[in-house]
């Protein structure tokens, strides 16, 4: 007689089934002679029921069908084989083949509802879980297939991870193929600058950048400030000057804007001085060498706050009537046929309609 004993042919992964030959008799593993099953009948099907886990022989008899059983029928024919049963295991999770993506594509506003693409899964999922991202972090609560931005999300990437779902349990999560960029209103990065940097005369006028702004801006805003007080009215890209702004301090804000709305004000990069409103004057130095002539240039003189006067006066034992300067400053001889070799120092006056400089010196060397 041939015995199929059980420990052999066993295919991965199978369970040793057992049977109960009769009412209370015990489980017993089922080996088969050419006849029939031992410990059963010699012919006609036996029922058996399998444990669905392995390491514990399974309970069962031919009344009823033990928990977690599976029941096996096996033919008294001759020449059986042994049975053999796998248990069956949970299905394979999903598998992402394409990654989810979000539309709309592109660039949006803040106010807009995003709805992401579950993509393409193996292993037939029952369903999906969704969360939706701010710059990879997770956005509380937004666990729906769609997402309507929020001010939150402005100058920020919006994306979505998808989780696949079937008997066998949760994918791990697959993150979108794209990200959404919420627009908002232009943000700056390069300060705003005036020119000329100054010192300047009262007078002049002064130009702003608009410096560099992201978001792509339509608008600018300009406001001048003198002394950090804001210039009523003063709200293009220049400025000039007044008297008023004599001995103070010029600086100036700009704001960029675009279809989302207003960037932040943001203060200049510099300041520029306006010089007092009298003349100032560079103290002058001139040589000339004899002879001289009658009317000869000298020199000019120089001062800010455009002056229309100009006055030498003679200090110490300098003699007068030497040279003379005219009202845009120009020193000239005045008496060519006394003037000798040395050095003639003046005290040297600029005079405007706001006033007279403080005194400067004028030194001639003649040789």
């Known amino acids: 007689m041939t015995i199929y004993p059980n420990d052999r042919n066993n295919p991965a992964g199978a369970i040793p089934v057992y049977i109960v030959a009769g009412p209370g008799g015990g489980a017993i593993p089922v080996n088969f002679y050419a006849g029939g099953a031992s410990g059963g009948p010699a012919e006609g099907p036996v029922p058996v029921y399998v444990t669905a886990g392995p390491g514990t022989p399974p309970i069962g008899n031919d009344q009823g069908n033990p928990n977690n059983?599976?029941?096996?029928?096996?033919?008294?024919?001759?020449?059986a084989m042994p049975?053999?049963?796998?248990?069956?295991?949970?299905?394979?999770?999903?598998?992402?083949?394409?990654?989810?993506?979000?539309?709309?594509?592109g660039t949006q506003v803040s106010g807009t509802m995003l709805t992401v693409n579950p993509g393409i899964w193996t292993n037939n999922p029952l369903g999906f879980d969704y969360q939706w991202t701010r710059n990879g972090t997770p956005i509380a609560g937004q666990n729906a297939s769609t997402y309507t931005t929020t001010i939150v999300d402005?100058?920020?990437?919006?994306?979505?991870?998808?989780?696949?779902?079937?008997?066998g349990g949760k994918s791990l999560p697959e993150p979108s193929s794209n990200v959404v960029a919420i627009a908002g209103p232009p943000v700056n990065v390069v300060a705003p600058s005036i020119n000329p940097v100054g010192p300047v005369d009262?007078?002049?006028?002064?130009?702003?950048?608009?410096?560099?702004?992201t978001n792509n801006p339509t608008n600018y805003f300009?406001?001048?400030?003198?002394?950090?007080?804001?210039?009523?009215?003063?709200?293009?890209?220049?400025y000039t000057t007044t008297e008023a702004d004599a001995n103070g301090v010029?600086?100036?804000?700009?704001?960029?804007?675009?279809?989302?709305?207003?960037?932040?004000?943001?203060?200049?990069?510099?300041?520029?001085?306006?010089?007092?409103?009298?003349?100032?004057?560079?103290?002058?130095?001139?040589?000339?060498?004899?002879?001289?002539?009658?009317?000869?240039?000298?020199?000019?003189?120089v001062a800010t706050n455009s002056p229309n006067a100009w006055a030498l006066v003679e200090t110490g034992g300098t003699p007068s009537g030497m040279f003379g300067?005219?009202?845009s400053g120009v020193v000239t001889?005045?008496?060519?046929?006394?003037?000798?070799?040395?050095?003639?120092?003046?005290?040297?006056?600029?005079?405007?309609?706001?006033?007279?400089?403080?005194?400067?010196?004028?030194?001639?060397n003649v040789t």
Do not use: K
């Open 69 to 79: 059983a599976i029941p096996v029928y096996i033919s008294g024919a001759l020449n």
């Open 325 to 327: 300067i005219n009202s």
């Open 83 to 105: 049975v053999w049963d796998t248990a069956p295991g949970p299905p394979p999770l999903p598998v992402n083949t394409t990654p989810p993506s979000i539309t709309p594509t």
């Open 202 to 213: 009262f007078g002049t006028t002064l130009s702003m950048s608009t410096g560099a702004w």
């Open 333 to 364: 001889v005045a008496n060519a046929a006394a003037i000798i070799a040395g050095t003639y120092t003046y005290t040297l006056y600029a005079q405007n309609d706001l006033g007279i400089s403080e005194p400067s010196t004028c030194t001639i």
């Open 222 to 238: 300009y406001g001048w400030m003198r002394n950090g007080t804001t210039i009523s009215g003063a709200n293009t890209n220049q």
């Open 250 to 301: 010029i600086s100036g804000v700009a704001q960029a804007s675009n279809a989302v709305g207003g960037g932040i004000a943001v203060s200049t990069s510099n300041q520029v001085s306006v010089n007092p409103p009298e003349p100032a004057i560079t103290p002058a130095n001139f040589d000339v060498s004899l002879p001289v002539t009658q009317g000869q240039i000298v020199g000019t003189c």
């Open 154 to 167: 402005r100058n920020n990437n919006v994306g979505a991870t998808v989780a696949a779902d079937n008997e």
